[in-house]
């Protein structure tokens, strides 16, 4: 069983930056692609960004793409989103997610299914979640 525990979150205003970590523990965790979700107030969890196992490919949805970026360091076994410029709508708690999820070749480029990557029902193991509020 892989388990996963967010850190990080916290107040911060408009404009500012802050770097959410994700740490995994459990059966070889570093294999899994990770992803960033997150669910804004009276809304449903929405995919933020995410990276494969090595931390060589990377997707994010258009609304953080330029602000947001996630990485992971395997042999602390820690994966990271940092988020710049943060909007009083990026104002959420924040999950982490282990899952298993394929990938497709895009003119000789190897990427994240895009339908998958960015269905929470293809991740397996989640986190308690972490909140993070933009004030304006």
């Known amino acids: 069983q892989v388990h996963l525990v967010e850190s990080g979150g916290g107040l911060v205003q408009a404009g500012g930056s802050l770097k959410l970590s994700c740490t995994v523990s459990?059966?070889?965790?570093?294999?899994?692609?990770m992803g960033w979700f997150r669910r804004a107030p009276g809304k449903e969890r929405e995919f933020a960004a995410a990276i494969n196992w090595d931390g060589g490919i990377t997707y994010y949805t258009n609304s953080v793409k330029g602000r947001f970026t996630i990485s992971r360091d395997n042999p602390k076994n820690t994966v990271y989103l940092q988020m710049n410029n943060l909007k009083p709508e990026d104002t959420a708690v924040y999950y982490c997610?282990?899952?298993?999820?394929?990938?497709?070749?895009?003119?000789?480029?190897?990427?994240?299914?895009?339908?998958?990557?960015?269905?929470?029902?293809?991740?397996?193991?989640w986190g308690q979640g972490t909140q993070v509020t933009v004030s304006s």
């Open positions: 459990g059966p070889p965790g570093s294999t899994y692609s």
């Open positions: 997610a282990a899952g298993r999820i394929q990938f497709t070749t895009v003119a000789g480029r190897i990427q994240f299914t895009t339908a998958q990557v960015m269905d929470p029902k293809r991740y397996d193991y």
